[in-house]
């Protein structure tokens, strides 16, 4: 270790009466006196391996060497006339100097909306919970009254993983519907329970101006004792409203969902033109928003809930959707795009 020191110390004093100008000044001081990457205080991290009766000897040395080297500059910097400081000040950046300006970038069209719903629904005493893009079988589907034999799987083209990919024996899949997290919710917080969940989802599409591989759901669900369709109707009145103002409108038309009994399909009075007919509505006057209905017994018992006692609906928005009407976007794929041209627009 002592010789380690003494030949650092040789080193250092034959660079330093190499030095030239201020800036050889800074870089010799830098590379022996830095406190984290210096040369010298790499070496004096090693003095606590030496054993205890030579550490009081090695370190006096150390001492020593380090002043040695440190008059070594100050009288190098003396013999050059350098002025350390003066060269500080003429790098000297005025930070109050005005600077080009970035150009920030902005939420996502389909954020901005997710967040404007999740506020609402937030107001009106719901959770926001969020659940996993890879899903197993039982969730996305049997748990939601879809067995595999069910027809109704057929309405959703799958990515299925393959298990041995993900080290596992059960069925996953991508996601088709953010229903997957519903089971999920009711076995953690059990009942009475008012949920949304927004997130993606993924279908084997062929893709067009209105599908798409990747899109964006929000799920709604609630329960407690003695719900009723009448509950239903005039809370998705009131979502309705809150979204495209008080004269909103909507009406329900009986529609099948493998989860609910009975089900439904939402309409609101187009917010273009007001349920007159104008070609954002094509001209009937009402635009689909929602899907819902009673939650289905078999999803309740599912989640540890007891049908007898507890009811509730469930409701779903495709966000996406949403997106494309309040923006008018004629093209769902431009969403997924990352297009700036169509970005910035928003």
Known sequence: ?????????????????????????????????????????????????????????????????????SKALEQKKQDL??????????????????????????????TQVQTELED??????????????????????????????????????????????????ENLVMRTQTSSVQVRAMQKHGAPLRVVIPGRCFRNEATDVRHEHTFYQLEGLMIDKNISFTDMCG???????????????????????????????GEVTCFLCHGKGCKLCKNSGWLEIVGAGMVHPNVLKAGNVDPDKYQGFAFGFGLTRLVMLKYNIDDIRLLQSGDLRFLNQF
């Open 235 to 265: 809370f998705l009145e009131t979502v309705a409203q809150k979204l495209y103002g008080e004269d909103t409108k909507i009406r329900l038309r009986p529609k099948y969902y493998p989860f609910v009994e009975p089900g439904v399909n």
């Open 81 to 110: 006339n350098l002025d350390i400081d003066e060269d500080l000040e003429r790098d000297f950046i005025d930070v109050t100097l005005e600077i080009e300006k970035y150009k920030l970038g902005h939420l996502h069209p389909v």
């Open 1 to 69: 270790m002592e010789i380690k020191l003494k030949d650092l110390k040789e080193q250092a004093l034959k660079e330093i009466e190499n030095i030239r100008n201020s800036e050889e000044w800074q870089n010799i001081e830098n590379k022996y006196f830095s406190r984290k990457s210096g040369e010298l205080a790499k070496l004096l991290k090693d003095i606590k391996e030496v054993s205890d009766d030579l550490r009081p000897k090695i370190g006096a040395v150390a001492n020593e060497i380090k002043n040695e080297i």
């Open 120 to 169: 609402i629904f937030k107001s009106m005493g719901f959770m926001v919970l969020d659940g996993p893009e890879l899903e197993s079988d039982y969730y996305n589907f049997e748990g939601l009254n879809i067995p595999t034999w069910h027809p109704a799987r057929d309405m959703q083209d799958t990515f299925y993983i393959d298990p041995k990919t993900v080290n596992g024996t």
